[in-house]
């Protein structure tokens, strides 16, 4: 159990690093001054704000029930 909850926290911390740079890298193209680039990331950012929305709210349900 130990070494399972290990695991799990080292997933955790690779999944959270991996998101910080991926919403770097998105800020700084909400930032360049081409359009296509920040109309890129406007619309990838909503998709993945529509995706973690999801999952939160499934989350939510989940424990309710």
């Given at each position: 159990?130990?070494?399972?909850?290990?695991?799990?926290?080292?997933?955790?911390?690779?999944?959270?690093y991996?998101?910080?740079y991926?919403?770097?890298?998105?800020?700084?193209?909400?930032?360049?001054?081409?359009?296509?680039?920040?109309?890129?990331?406007?619309?990838t950012?909503?998709?993945?704000?529509?995706?973690?929305?999801?999952?939160?709210?499934?989350?939510?349900?989940?424990?309710?029930?």
């Amino acid at each position: 159990s130990q070494e399972y909850s290990r695991y799990v926290y080292v997933i955790l911390l690779n999944v959270t690093y991996y998101y910080y740079y991926f919403f770097l890298v998105l800020q700084l193209f909400c930032s360049s001054p081409k359009p296509a680039l920040r109309y890129a990331a406007v619309r990838t950012l909503n998709k993945v704000g529509v995706s973690l929305l999801i999952i939160d709210l499934y989350q939510y349900l989940i424990e309710k029930h």
